[in-house]
C-alpha cells in the first residue's frame, strides 16, 4: 500500500530540524527502498523550509502512522502536524524515474483537498512535468479525498493548473525539492 505524508512545520523550527538532519536522513534511509518520493518544501523565499514529503511503499495504515509518527523531527516537535493518507502512484514510477532529472526547472507540491465532487480522477492529465501523481484516500482505499502531485513548472500558478479547481475545496502549491541522499 502506498501513503502520501506531509509533514509541516512548526514556526520556528528551522534551528531544530537543522540539529536532526542527520537523524531525518537515518531514519529515512530505513525506508529506502520503498520510497517512492521525498524532499521538502519551502516558503516562497526558496530557502524556508516549511514541511516534509515523502510517498512510501507500507503494508498497512498503522506502518504508515508509525512510520510518520516515528520520524525524529515528528518526535521532538518541529512539526506542526502531519496529513497522512492512502495513495495511489497512477505514474507507476519513483521520482528518481522521472525523466526531467533532479534539479532542472522548478518543482512543486500540489495537493487538491476536500474534493467537491464524488468522482475520482481515474487518470492524471497528460503532462510530462509529473514527478508523482495520485489519489489521495481513506485508509481502506475505498474514499477519493484529494489529490496528490509533484510537478516541474516555470511557476507556482503553472504548477496549480494540474489539478482541476473545480474539482477541490482548496489547491494549495508549495515549493518542493527532491530529497534524500540517492
Not at 489521495?136 to 474514499?143: F, H, I, M, N, R
Amino acid at each position: 500500500m502506498e501513503f502520501f505524508c506531509y509533514h509541516r512545520d512548526r514556526p520556528g523550527s528551522l534551528p531544530l530540524r537543522e540539529q536532526l538532519t542527520e537523524e531525518h536522513w537515518s531514519y529515512m534511509d530505513l525506508f529506502a527502498d520503498r520510497l517512492i518520493a521525498r524532499g521538502p518544501t519551502f516558503a516562497s523565499d526558496g530557502e524556508t523550509p516549511t514541511g516534509s514529503v515523502h510517498i512510501v511503499d507500507l503494508p498497512d495504515p498503522a506502518a504508515a502512522r508509525a512510520f510518520a509518527l516515528d520520524e525524529p523531527n515528528y518526535q521532538a516537535g518541529a512539526y506542526r502536524d502531519v496529513l497522512l493518507r492512502r495513495w495511489r502512484n497512477m505514474l507507476g514510477r519513483t521520482m528518481w524515474d522521472f525523466p526531467g532529472g533532479r534539479s532542472e526547472g522548478n518543482r512543486y507540491l500540489v495537493l487538491g483537498l476536500g474534493p467537491d465532487g464524488a468522482a475520482d480522477p481515474a487518470e492524471p492529465p497528460e503532462n510530462d512535468e509529473l514527478i508523482a501523481y495520485g489519489p489521495l484516500l481513506s485508509d481502506d482505499g475505498t474514499a477519493w479525498l484529494g489529490t496528490a502531485a509533484l510537478v516541474r513548472a516555470p511557476d507556482a500558478e503553472t504548477a496549480r493548473t494540474v489539478l482541476k479547481p473545480d474539482l477541490y475545496a482548496d489547491v494549495e502549491v508549495h515549493d518542493w525539492e527532491f530529497g534524500g541522499r540517492r
